[in-house]
Structure formats: C-alpha cells, structure tokens
C-alpha cells in the first residue's frame, strides 16, 4: 500500500439533487433522470427552454437587421460595391479575429470587391490599430476598412481615417467605451437600446457577428427566396469559422450560440472551404470534431502561429482555395504548434525557480520574468502558473529595448484590472478583466510593480480556492455506453455550459499506475463494485507516481468513449483525486 496521501488540487463541491423536478423533466422529455439532473445543474428547469437548448437550432439565431449598427454596415458595403472601392479587412492575431478576417475575406470576393487582409503582429503591433495598420491601410490605397474582432475601442485610430475619408465598418463583440469611434458603422452586439440594454443575445464573438453581416448582405442583395445553392453553402460552411471562433474565444455556449456551434461543427469535415477541411485533418479528429476538440486541437494550432508572430500562415491555412496549398500550410501550423509546446516548457522551466519562491513564502500574487521570455507564449504559462498556485500570475518578458510587456491571469475571486491599479504609477499602460489582462512597463522598475501588485492583492478579499463542480456521484456500472451516448446529445459543452464532471468514491486500483505519452501522463484501471474501467491522467503522473495496486481514490472525472479497432469502450478522463484509507 502507498504511504503517500495525495490530496485534491481543488476544492469539490457536489450539486444538490431534487429527485422531484428532475423525474418531471426527465419524464417529460423522455430523458434518462441522470440527463435530466445535468440539465437542472445547469439551470434549466422547465420544458419550454429544455426543448430550444437540446435542439441547438439555428431559429434562434437573431435576424441580421435587428443586430445594431448593421443597417449602417450595409449601407457602406453597397456604395463600396457600388464606387468598386478597394477594402481593407483588419482582423487580429488569434482565433477569432483570424476566422473572421477569412470569413469576411470570403465575403468581399463574393461581393466582387477586391480585399487585403492585415493581421496586427502580437509585439510589433499590439492588439486592434496602430501606426502600422494606418500605414497598411494607405498603402493598399483602401477606401473601405472593415475590423473584425477589434475596433470598438480604437477612437483616435478611426477618427484619424474619417479624416482622411476612409470609411471604417467596425464587426466586433468587444464592451464599448463611454466614446464610441467615428465610423460608417459600428456592428456591436452590445449596444445598447432605448432602455439601456443589449437588443440582442450580445455574447457572440466577432466572426459570429461577421457571419450575421454576411447572411444580412447576402440577404438583401439577392432575396431570402432567392438565395444560389452556392450562397447557400457559403453560409451554412461559414458557420464552422463562427463555431471554431465561438469556442477558442471561450463565448458562452447559450441561446444561438447553441445552434451556431452545434451546425458550425457539423460542417468542418465536409466543408466547401480548403482550410476547414484540412485543419481537422491535421488536428487528427476522424468524426465530426466536438467542441473539445476544436478547444485542445484547432485552437491551439491556430493560436500557434500568432504566438509565434506568424499570424499571417493561420489567416492563409483557411482562406486559400487549393486543397493541396491548405494541407502544405496546416502542416506548418502543426510544425508552429510544436514549436509552441516547446517554447512553452522552456519558459515554464526557466520560471520555475522564482515562481515556487514566491510560493513557498506565501507571496499574494506571481510575478515573474526576464529580458530574454517569450512573450507570444507567456499567456498560456501564466495560465499554468496561476493553476499551480492558485494566485493570480503575471509574467514578462523584454519584447523590445526599455519596454517589458506581460501577460496576466487570475483565478476566481481575484480582479486583476484591480490589481494593476497599485502600480499603475510604474506602468506604462495595461488593460484587461477580471482574469485575463496585459500591462507594460520599464524593466528597471520591475522591483516597484512587483511590491506594488503584492500590496495590491493583499488588500483584495482572500479567494476562495478553486472549485470543481460536480453533477452526480456514480460508479462505474452506472457510465455505460448507452447512457455517454445519452450524454453526448447534450453537446456542445463549453463555457456557461460545462461538460458533465462525476465522482467516483473508494474505487481500487486493480493494477499498478502506467506513464504514458512523454511520462507526464498516467493511465488508472480503476474498480468498484466488480467494475473495472480505463481512466486516464494528463499531467497527473508526478501525483500517481507513488500510487500502488489496491489504493483506494476518490475520482473526479469526464467521460467518453475510447474508439479502437472498431470497438468503443467507456473511459473516464481524471480532473483531479484523492487519495483514502
């Protein structure tokens, strides 16, 4: 037996069950009562909005004209197709400013309107406009502009083109200011009416609003009625760019991003466009990809390349219409993703020293850098980081001479805009929210913003720990085949409706852990009640290490099916466990 206990990295905290409304619903909807208890754990109570949520139908999706700001956008786009006006796409670096740039990319050829495409570089350009995208946008002798997933918050930038008599269409999703931008139109689902709240659902992402841009164009050039076959397709496969940015952008999956996510990944496999088809080859996913797998497989080959300030290979890898140039560029964006794993483990190593120091001395926030870090990665370390320790994490690295630029993130209970209020006098500017943020500042001042961001967070309520929440307590006889596949028709999960998560209570170890992958994984045959399954660890290997048969654990876990040789077989994939007696 182990003589090490190993504690939970979280906290566990399982949802109450109500016997009496789950059997209603579950009758009802002729729903298993296990399905039917997920549901009311994720706040749907009653029929009339179970019945929309399971169907993931595109009914829900908004008409084009009610989107505020798009009747304006229409306007510009028809004088600019009018005049045959060139168009600048400005898009941005990641995921959902990439797919919106190719979507809108796609719409301008359509339109017959000659477009460039200018994605901001991470470092040299930063996030939305700057010098460089005026610069562009000059040089291309644009007289329309049109940013996606960016430009909202861009009041000199725009004011400076308006006067220079470019038009600017803004399709963006991000929060408007107290200032709104000079523009032909800005296209934002969070504009508020009359009564001061949104007209819309307002949580899509930016190619989202683009793809409703492009149905409301179409639309009104050609007749609902008279929609090609070929029109028809270009917008049922641009819902895949909408769904694979909904996801990386981690929008919540309610209301019409239900069905704009659930329709978008049915057509990847398939689609019309190159680039779709080819990056789920790449990413390996053999059936209709899920939204876990465009989380942990497209996404981050996407983002791959503009970490690596090569956001232009993404952009192409899905806008090209050659098969055989779209499989040569996803292979590069593979290599990129590669590349990214291992700059990505180098900066973790190469922070780790400072990091558990601030730790172990019970430090209130990390902060941590060095003149040669890898900004395009520190992101995703931060992430790493902030799940080791719990506390918030901002991370820097010297992009250019006298400037560092971090990347921040938080846990729940922390606000990290907050935070970077205490040293906003070394700061040379930062800006973000609750979790996720970005500042700048003089490296020799890297001793004032460290005590300052610790002060900052000690005065700030202490966080609780981060929590799990579980569905149900079950054992192993209780997953079987049947009841994941009853699971899965409640896809998609993702943020705001989050995968099923379960425990298993005393399970025994039947066989003594096995290191899989690199070493950093493990795989548990893990029994109770007779049953034995599968369960699979990523990154749990240094915690199940001194694990020996006959232990006994409490599992948290997901689970699915494991498809091989023809066969399918439950697995359970560990979110963390315990050790009992």
Same mark, same amino acid.
């Given at each position: 037996?182990?003589?090490?206990?190993?504690?939970?990295?979280?906290?566990?905290?399982?949802?109450?069950?109500?016997?009496?409304?789950?059997?209603?619903?579950?009758?009802?909807?002729? #729903?298993?009562?296990?399905?039917?208890?997920?549901?009311?754990?994720?706040?749907?109570?009653?029929?009339?909005?179970?019945?929309?949520?399971?169907?993931?139908?595109?009914?829900?999706?908004?008409?084009?004209?009610?989107?505020?700001?798009?009747?304006?956008?229409?306007?510009?786009?028809?004088?600019?197709?009018?005049?045959?006006?060139?168009?600048?796409?400005?898009?941005? /670096?990641?995921?959902?400013?990439?797919?919106?740039?190719?979507?809108?990319?796609?719409?301008?050829?359509?339109?017959? #309107?000659?477009?460039?495409?200018?994605?901001?570089?991470?470092?040299?350009?930063? /996030?939305?406009?700057?010098?460089?995208?005026?610069?562009?946008?000059?040089?291309?002798?644009?007289?329309?502009?049109?940013?996606?997933?960016?430009?909202?918050?861009?009041?000199?930038? @725009?004011?400076?083109?308006?006067?220079?008599?470019?038009?600017?269409?803004?399709?963006?999703?991000? @929060?408007?200011?107290? =200032?709104?931008?000079?523009?032909?139109?800005?296209?934002?689902?969070?504009?508020?009416?009359?009564?001061?709240?949104?007209?819309?659902?307002?949580?899509?992402?930016?190619?989202?609003?683009?793809?409703?841009? *492009?149905?409301?164009?179409?639309?009104?050039?050609?007749?609902?009625?008279? @929609?090609?076959?070929?029109?028809?397709?270009?917008?049922?496969?641009?819902?895949?760019?909408?769904?694979?940015?909904?996801?990386?952008?981690?929008?919540?999956?309610?209301?019409?991003?239900?069905?704009?996510?659930?329709?978008?990944?049915?057509?990847?496999?398939?689609?019309?466009?190159?680039?779709?088809?080819?990056?789920?080859?790449?990413?390996?996913?053999?059936?209709?990809?899920?939204?876990?797998?465009?989380?942990?497989?497209?996404?981050?080959?996407?983002?791959?390349?503009?970490?690596?300030?090569?956001?232009?290979?993404?952009?192409?890898?899905?806008?090209?219409?050659?098969?055989?140039?779209?499989?040569?560029?996803?292979?590069?964006?593979?290599?990129?993703?590669?590349?990214?794993?291992?700059?990505?483990?180098?900066?973790?190593?190469?922070?780790?020293?400072?990091?558990?120091?601030?730790?172990?001395?019970?430090?209130?926030?990390?902060?941590?850098?060095?003149?040669?870090?890898?900004?395009?990665?520190?992101?995703?370390?931060?992430?790493?980081?902030? =799940?080791?320790?719990?506390?918030?994490?901002?991370?820097?690295?010297?992009?250019?001479?006298?400037?560092?630029?971090?990347?921040?993130?938080?846990?729940?209970?922390?606000?990290? !805009?907050?935070?970077?209020?205490?040293?906003?006098? /070394?700061? #040379?500017? /930062?800006?973000?929210?609750?979790?996720?943020?970005?500042?700048?500042?003089?490296? =020799?001042?890297?001793?004032?913003?460290?005590?300052?961001?610790?002060?900052?967070?000690?005065?700030?309520?202490?966080?609780?720990?981060?929590?799990?929440?579980?569905?149900?307590?079950?054992?192993?006889?209780?997953?079987?085949?049947?009841?994941?596949?009853?699971? =899965?028709? @409640?896809?998609?999960?993702?943020?705001?409706?989050?995968?099923?998560?379960?425990?298993?209570?005393?399970?025994?170890?039947? !066989?003594?852990?096995?290191?899989?992958?690199?070493?950093?994984?493990?795989?548990?045959?893990?029994?109770?009640?007779?049953?034995?399954?599968? *369960?699979?660890?990523?990154?749990?290997?240094?915690?199940?290490?001194?694990?020996?048969?006959?232990?006994?654990?409490? !599992?948290?876990?997901?689970?699915?099916?494991?498809?091989?040789?023809?066969?399918?077989?439950?697995?359970?994939?560990?979110?963390?466990?315990?050790?009992?007696?």
């Amino acid at each position: 037996m182990s003589s090490t206990a190993v504690a939970p990295q979280f906290r566990w905290k399982l949802q109450p069950s109500d016997p009496g409304t789950r059997d209603r619903l579950a009758q009802g909807l002729e #729903l298993r009562p296990l399905i039917a208890q997920l549901l009311l754990n994720r706040g749907v109570s009653d029929m009339d909005e179970a019945g929309p949520l399971l169907k993931a139908s595109l009914a829900e999706l908004p008409d084009p004209t009610t989107v505020p700001g798009f009747e304006n956008a229409l306007k510009a786009l028809l004088a600019a197709q009018e005049a045959k006006h060139k168009v600048l796409i400005h898009g941005d /670096y990641d995921a959902d400013g990439t797919c919106g740039a190719v979507l809108l990319h796609h719409l301008m050829n359509r339109l017959g #309107l000659e477009s460039e495409v200018f994605i901001p570089d991470r470092v040299r350009d930063g /996030y939305s406009f700057g010098d460089n995208s005026l610069a562009a946008i000059k040089e291309c002798g644009a007289q329309l502009v049109i940013a996606v997933d960016n430009g909202t918050t861009a009041i000199g930038p @725009l004011k400076q083109l308006a006067e220079d008599g470019v038009a600017v269409i803004v399709v963006d999703h991000h @929060l408007p200011g107290t =200032e709104l931008p000079e523009c032909a139109a800005l296209m934002n689902p969070w504009l508020p009416g009359e009564d001061g709240k949104p007209v819309i659902f307002p949580e899509f992402c930016g190619t989202a609003v683009a793809w409703l841009l *492009a149905w409301g164009v179409l639309r009104h050039i050609l007749g609902s009625d008279k @929609l090609s076959d070929k029109d028809r397709r270009f917008l049922f496969d641009g819902l895949g760019y909408a769904a694979i940015a909904t996801i990386c952008d981690v929008m919540p999956l309610r209301g019409p991003n239900r069905g704009l996510v659930n329709h978008g990944l049915a057509t990847l496999k398939d689609s019309s466009f190159p680039g779709l088809r080819a990056i789920v080859k790449s990413a390996g996913i053999r059936d209709t990809p899920s939204a876990s797998d465009v989380g942990f497989r497209i996404g981050p080959r996407l983002n791959a390349a503009g970490r690596l300030f090569q956001a232009d290979i993404a952009f192409q890898s899905l806008a090209t219409t050659s098969a055989p140039e779209a499989e040569r560029l996803c292979a590069q964006l593979e290599a990129l993703n590669l590349e990214r794993r291992g700059i990505q483990q180098r900066e973790l190593e190469a922070l780790h020293g400072s990091v558990e120091e601030q730790f172990q001395r019970g430090d209130t926030v990390i902060f941590s850098g060095h003149s040669d870090a890898h900004f395009g990665v520190l992101g995703i370390v931060a992430s790493q980081v902030m =799940e080791r320790t719990g506390l918030p994490s901002l991370l820097w690295a010297e992009c250019t001479p006298g400037v560092a630029r971090g990347s921040a993130r938080s846990p729940e209970g922390f606000h990290l !805009v907050k935070i970077l209020d205490h040293a906003a006098e /070394y700061l #040379l500017g /930062y800006g973000g929210h609750a979790r996720a943020a970005g500042f700048h500042f003089k490296p =020799e001042h890297a001793e004032q913003v460290a005590a300052a961001l610790k002060e900052g967070a000690a005065l700030l309520p202490k966080a609780e720990p981060a929590t799990l929440t579980i569905d149900s307590e079950i054992g192993p006889a209780e997953i079987d085949r049947a009841t994941v596949h009853a699971i =899965e028709q @409640l896809e998609p999960f993702g943020q705001g409706f989050e995968e099923p998560l379960f425990l298993c209570s005393g399970a025994r170890l039947a !066989v003594a852990p096995k290191f899989i992958g690199d070493g950093s994984h493990v795989e548990l045959r893990l029994e109770r009640d007779g049953q034995v399954v599968r *369960a699979l660890g990523w990154r749990m290997a240094d915690r199940a290490r001194d694990l020996s048969v006959g232990d006994r654990v409490d !599992v948290v876990i997901n689970v699915g099916l494991n498809h091989f040789r023809g066969r399918a077989s439950v697995e359970w994939t560990i979110r963390d466990f315990q050790t009992v007696p």
